[in-house]
């Protein structure tokens, strides 16, 4: 069993790392923060602490990351250091709706096909990971990986956009740039208000064909 960890992960969790994987090699990692191999096949797996998850979610690095190490690896998932209490608790200054983060879990399950994976901390990161490297060497073949397209003008979720009572697509365009289609029912009113040229009377027609939907 081989594995990499990227080398702008902080010193710490490396160090705890290397007690687990002895041969652990320490990269600059195009995707994914490790990598484990083994028998040929690999495992890639994002690791999330509790603020680092939510600015992901802010950014939509989490729209892209999953993309890419579901293109290039057997096996992909996000280790989230603590659930939804742990990061509220955690940052003082947090303003991460319950909803945004159902949502965002359930489009990395469903959609990227990069399951979400809660860990209590570094050292239980390290020894799951050990556990899922372990497991390549009996894992099938891994599930067909899944098209997905970019949000712009000509996707599947802009089409859809499209469809809700007076969206145009500048509008469509706009939330997109904010929200991941498929989180939309998850996403809130207020939250919808955020978006350029959304009011709170769109925002609420918007809502309200989703639950129809």
Not at 73 to 96: A, P, R, T
Not at 145 to 155: A, E, Q
Not at 164 to 190: R, Y
């Amino acid at each position: 069993m081989r594995a990499w960890v990227d080398n702008r992960e902080d010193p710490r969790f490396i160090q705890k790392g290397k007690k687990l994987f002895p041969n652990l090699m320490v990269t600059q990692l195009n995707t994914g923060d490790v990598i484990i191999e083994d028998n040929g096949k690999y495992v890639c797996i994002e690791h999330k602490e509790g603020a680092d998850f939510e600015a992901s979610i802010k950014d939509k690095r989490l729209s892209v990351q999953p993309i890419n190490m579901v293109q290039n690896f057997d096996y992909s998932f996000v280790f989230i250091e603590g659930g939804y209490l742990d990061i509220i608790q955690q940052n003082e200054y947090s303003n991460l709706m319950e909803e945004s983060y159902n949502g965002k879990i359930a489009s990395l399950a469903m959609k990227y096909m990069t399951p979400p994976i809660t860990v209590d901390d570094s050292n239980h990161f390290w020894r799951m990971a050990k556990v899922f490297g372990k497991r390549l060497e009996v894992a099938g073949e891994p599930l067909t990986k899944p098209i997905i397209l970019p949000n712009k003008n000509n996707t599947l979720e802009m089409r859809m956009m499209m469809c809700f009572q007076g969206m145009g697509e500048k509008k469509a365009s706009e939330i997109l740039k904010k929200f991941d289609f498929w989180s939309l029912p998850e996403v809130t009113e207020e939250e919808l208000t955020t978006v350029k040229g959304i009011g709170d009377v769109y925002a609420s027609k918007i809502k309200g064909q989703i639950k129809k939907r």
